[in-house]
């Protein structure tokens, strides 16, 4: 989503977009539509091997000077190519699993980076992680903000209804267990919470076992995926977004949240207070009961619920794609 977006708003005359689904844009060039994460390890393994070897004749063929990467991957082997790339975060590093994609950010990753001319990074706090973790000179860190889609996310003025929403995969860094246990300190048998997003093989059995045991198994609704229609009335009709992350490099359903002028508990991690500001409930993601606490406050204090519809939709109009774009597009003329 990422991508589409800085590419919808990067001007053509001055960008080439490799484009995987022919969509047949202005100054677009036709790559395989089977690089991508949809197509599972082989398609990233496709597309690691293709940004090896084919990518570079085709930034030859264009005659382009740069390679802008919405992703920390480039060529790495080849001389001559000059690349920036956007780092989105190092969760894998932060919190490690065994695997393909830890090996993959403990080697690829930090080679891609050191090489860039200029790493974009999608907030402070990643900012900051990539120079603690990595060591990537400051110079070289350059922070933009990400956006959204105003016609998609928008104040629909429905009632609040007695649900509460989580929206996020269902990855360690999402803090699930410790928003099922703040519902369940919550104690109310009339609202519902609903967890929206993409499961985890390993952890979400290991989610729905602990609503069994809290008891709250049957006020809980988890649903995988939803349309955008359904995404923006959820948005538009809970109590509030229930995000007490860990750690996010952004953290883009709070922004989302607040552009429909619902109100946000956020944890104070990473880079939601960058995302929030004073536009939500900051809380420590460590603590179920801090986050209860932030709940039960939504439920009985108006001002909140008020302040939500005021002051959310202002702050997430600061994220705005065109004004990346334009950051982006300086940065492009500053190098060259």
Not at 9 to 24: E, H, K, M, Q
Not at 157 to 177: A, E, S, T, Y
Not at 283 to 308: C, G, K, T, Y
Not at 314 to 336: P, Y
């Amino acid at each position: 989503m990422v991508t589409r977006a800085l590419a919808k708003s990067l001007d053509r005359d001055r960008v080439t977009v490799l484009d995987p689904i022919a969509t047949g844009a202005r100054n677009t060039l036709a790559i395989p539509g089977n690089l991508s994460a949809d197509h599972g390890r082989r398609g990233h393994l496709r597309r690691l091997l293709w940004t090896q070897n084919q990518l570079p004749g085709l930034l030859k063929q264009t005659g382009a000077s740069f390679l802008l990467s919405p992703l920390p991957e480039a060529p790495i082997l080849r001389k001559g190519v000059r690349s920036i790339v956007l780092a989105h975060d190092l969760i894998p590093l932060r919190f490690p699993r065994p695997g393909p994609l830890l090996a993959y950010h403990l080697t690829y990753v930090p080679l891609v980076l050191h090489q860039a001319e200029r790493v974009l990074c999608n907030s402070e706090a990643t900012a900051r992680e990539i120079h603690h973790w990595l060591r990537i000179p400051h110079r070289k860190l350059v922070v933009i903000r990400l956006g959204f889609d105003p016609g998609q996310l928008r104040p629909l003025h429905q009632p609040r209804q007695p649900f509460f929403l989580v929206l996020g995969r269902h990855d360690h860094n999402k803090n699930l267990p410790g928003a099922l246990r703040a519902f369940a300190h919550l104690n109310r048998p009339d609202l519902t919470l609903k967890l929206v997003g993409s499961p985890h093989r390993l952890l979400t059995p290991k989610l729905k076992r602990l609503a069994i045991a809290l008891g709250i198994a049957h006020r809980c609704q988890w649903t995988s995926w939803v349309r955008d229609e359904e995404r923006l009335l959820l948005l538009n009709t809970a109590q509030a977004l229930v995000m007490p992350s860990l750690w996010e490099g952004f953290g883009l359903p709070a922004l989302e949240a607040m552009a429909c002028g619902a109100p946000v508990i956020a944890g104070k991690a990473g880079a939601l207070p960058e995302v929030v500001g004073s536009a939500g409930l900051l809380v420590d993601p460590a603590n179920p009961f801090h986050i209860a606490e932030a709940m039960a406050n939504v439920l009985s204090d108006v001002r909140i619920q008020r302040q939500a519809r005021q002051d959310g939709p202002g702050r997430a109009a600061r994220f705005n794609w065109d004004t990346t774009a334009r950051q982006v597009e300086a940065l492009l003329e500053e190098l060259a």
